[in-house]
T-cell receptor
Framework: QQPVQSPQAVILREGEDAVINCSSSKALYSVHWYRQKHGEAPVFLMILLKGGEQKGHDKISASFNEKKQQSSLYLTASQLSYSGTYFCGTEDSGGYQKVTFGTGTKLQVIP | DAMVIQNPRYQVTQFGKPVTLSCSQTLNHNVMYWYQQKSSQAPKLLFHYYDKDFNNEADTPDNFQSRRPNTSFCFLDIRSPGLGDAAMYLC?????????????FGQGTRLTVV
């Protein structure tokens, strides 16, 4: 079953912040975040393992709440280069891993 | 430096004519995936290999088959492509265990069915 992301789409002005949420119905081993630009393959941003960790990379950070089976991606002081579609990818905790992508969030940053 | 390579980048095939897409990797990852991505949608997992173990998603049509002759190569065969199979096909690899299990993607093959 595909993880559900919210919002589906968001438009930001440069410098504004955004939060993208990912929710799964399954117990999770890890959550990945990817960004995909139009016509290109998804690019890995970060991975969070169970244990409720948070991670940051420049002005993009994420959290993972394994009890709620949810993850959030935080984009601060957005830049034009942040535009794209963001996908969470989840690995569930049973069996061997496979990455299932969420429904996606289209983010557009405008000047 | 390319680590996951898909060939060809663009493929045009006739309705009903078998087509094969290929993927190779230099990462020595034990897991390989095939995803189908249609316009404005999330990548949809078709199959994945864990080493030589093949795992088919329940809703993957029988028209789609896959082969992995060795660690480095993986193929997607579409036996009788229909118009609805036109999409971007993404190959990805990852390794199991530890903290570095992210998926590395190839550039994709865009399939057009005429």
């Amino acid at each position: 079953q595909q993880p559900v992301q919210s919002p589906q789409a968001v438009i930001l002005r440069e410098g504004e912040d955004a939060v993208i949420n990912c929710s799964s119905s399954k117990a999770l081993y890890s959550v990945h975040w990817y960004r995909q630009k139009h016509g290109e393959a998804p690019v890995f941003l970060m991975i969070l393992l169970k244990g409720g960790e948070q991670k940051g990379h420049d002005k993009i950070s994420a959290s993972f709440n394994e009890k709620k089976q949810q993850s959030s991606l935080y984009l601060t002081a957005s830049q034009l280069s942040y535009s794209g579609t963001y996908f969470c990818g989840t690995e569930d905790s049973g069996g061997y891993q496979k990455v299932t992508f969420g429904t996606g969030t289209k983010l557009q940053v405008i000047p | 430096d390319a680590m996951v390579i898909q060939n060809p980048r663009y493929q045009v095939t006739q309705f009903g004519k078998p087509v094969t897409l290929s993927c190779s990797q230099t990462l020595n990852h034990n897991v390989m995936y095939w995803y189908q991505q249609k316009s404005s949608q999330a990548p949809k997992l078709l199959f994945h290999y864990y080493d030589k173990d093949f795992n088919n998603e329940a809703d993957t049509p029988d028209n789609f088959q896959s082969r992995r002759p060795n660690t480095s190569f993986c193929f997607l065969d579409i036996r009788s492509p229909g118009l609805g199979d036109a999409a971007m096909y993404l190959c990805a690899t990852s390794r199991t265990g530890g903290r570095n299990t992210e998926a590395f993607f190839g550039q994709g093959t865009r399939l057009t069915v005429v």
